[in-house]
């Protein structure tokens, strides 16, 4: 069995975008870790609103790099920030197997066993099923996406281009949501 580790970046959103991912990678018999030294495969969950988080999801990337020379670790990038540098990704970061944008989470473990890259897996989104969801801490609470995406497009914002349009979450897949991740003590 294959372990994957997930690194998220940035906003909350991301925390619950990788974990998902974690719940997807579940779903397909991957094991989970939070030790990258131990993985076989490492996903950093990427954001570039700003440009320190542009710089934070860089140098992470460079981070799991260095791993991947020492021990082989297969590396995904997922999220905004290929969004960003679609064009340039490859460039940038040569050494990098693969990656999806926020609309295609789910593809990531197809796109690991396939061992190939197709540039329409970035397409904006980010809402995503919930019923994979794996949570990433023992805290007693956590975030609910209730919503993705902007009607807006204002010309200093990249939002809509990295999430899509507005879209809200049904009241009921929330609430299936929330049941599922009810914490016992």
Not at 166 to 174: D, F, G, N, T, V
Request: glycine share 8%; proline share 4%; net charge positive.
């Amino acid at each position: 069995m294959q372990k994957v580790a997930v690194l998220a970046l940035g906003c909350p959103k991301n925390t619950v975008e990788a974990e998902y991912l974690l719940g997807v990678f579940r779903s397909k018999g991957f094991e989970i870790t939070n030790n990258i030294e131990e993985a076989d495969i490492s996903v950093i969950h990427t954001c570039s609103f700003i440009k320190t988080a542009k710089e934070e999801s860089e140098k992470a990337i460079r981070g799991v790099l260095s791993v991947k020379k020492k021990n082989g670790l297969r590396v995904y990038v997922s999220g905004c920030l290929p969004q960003l540098l679609q064009n340039k990704m490859n460039s940038i970061f040569p050494e990098i197997d693969g990656y999806v944008g926020t609309g295609t989470l789910k593809e990531l473990p197809q796109l690991i066993f396939n061992k190939g890259f197709d540039k329409s897996l970035l397409p904006p989104g980010g809402l995503n099923e919930s019923k994979h969801r794996v949570l990433s801490s023992s805290l007693l609470s956590t975030y609910l996406k209730i919503a993705e995406g902007c009607w807006h497009k204002c010309s200093f914002c990249i939002i809509p281009s990295f999430r899509g349009n507005y879209e809200s979450r049904s009241i009921k897949s929330l609430v299936d949501e929330a049941k599922s991740l009810r914490i016992t003590a």
